[in-house]
């Protein structure tokens, strides 16, 4: 049983378009993390959230931490080739090691 | 700064052979985690060291997979004997703030091991 649900698990967009990637879970999370993971490299944290209702911008990007903190949403606006990459989440639960969904690849093309 | 340094970056063996990664965490950074990613999964916890002691093993495969961090510095990872199934990259990561609700990982570039 996956710990943390991610969808959709591909998703192919035009460049300029907006989306949506959700992470969840039935469980709850002290924090929850996104990555963001290129072709033949390590993954590489993005942001952070921890308080349930938090939302946090990083440019284009806005992150949503569901108000019960089983859940998170990543939206973007106006993706860009350079967006494309592996999305990963990451649930903390305190004392344990990060859980990781298995993510959402993203394809933007120009 | 420098950042999480593994070697080798790839690497292809026979089953049933033996392998060995290495990783270098950034200095300083008490706390390394390895992670296995097989292709189209996230990463999933294999070993955690804090300094030079274990602290999660519970998801390494104990009868072929071991890992070492000698001096609480780097690490190494050995398989033995490799199965099919083992085909993944591994990932190496460090973090500074264990048993912090917030702890910030940061990853080396994995090494991808393909088993034939």
């Known amino acids: 049983t996956q710990l943390l649900e991610q969808s959709p698990q591909f998703l192919s967009i035009q460049e300029g378009e907006n989306l949506t990637v959700y992470c969840n879970s039935s469980s709850v999370f002290s924090s929850l993390q996104w990555y963001r993971q290129e072709p033949g490299e390590g993954p590489v944290l993005l942001v952070t959230v921890v308080t349930g209702g938090e939302v946090k911008k990083l440019k284009r990007l806005t992150f949503q931490f569901g108000d019960a903190r089983k859940d998170s949403s990543l939206h973007i606006t106006a993706a860009q080739p350079g967006d494309t990459g592996l999305y990963l989440c990451?649930?903390?639960?305190?004392?344990?090691?990060?859980?990781f969904g298995k993510g959402t690849t993203l394809s933007v093309s120009s | 700064e420098a950042g999480v340094a593994q070697s080798p970056r790839y690497k292809i063996i026979e089953k049933r052979q033996s392998v060995a990664f290495w990783c270098n965490p950034i200095?300083?950074?008490?706390?390394l985690y390895w992670y296995q990613q097989i292709l189209g999964q996230g990463p999933k916890l294999l070993i955690q060291?804090?300094?030079?002691?274990?602290?999660?093993d519970s998801q390494l495969p104990k009868d072929r997979f071991s890992a070492e961090r000698l001096k609480g510095v780097d690490s190494t990872l050995k398989i033995q004997p490799a199965k099919l199934e083992d085909s993944a990259v591994y990932l190496c990561?460090?973090?500074?703030?264990?048993?912090?609700?917030?702890?910030?990982?940061?990853f080396g570039s994995g090494t991808q091991l393909s088993v034939l």
């Open positions: 200095s300083g950074h008490a706390t």
């Open positions: 060291f804090q300094n030079n002691g274990v602290v999660d």
């Open positions: 990451a649930g903390d639960q305190a004392g344990t090691a990060l859980i």
């Open positions: 990561a460090s973090s500074s703030d264990r048993g912090r609700w917030n702890e910030k990982l940061f």
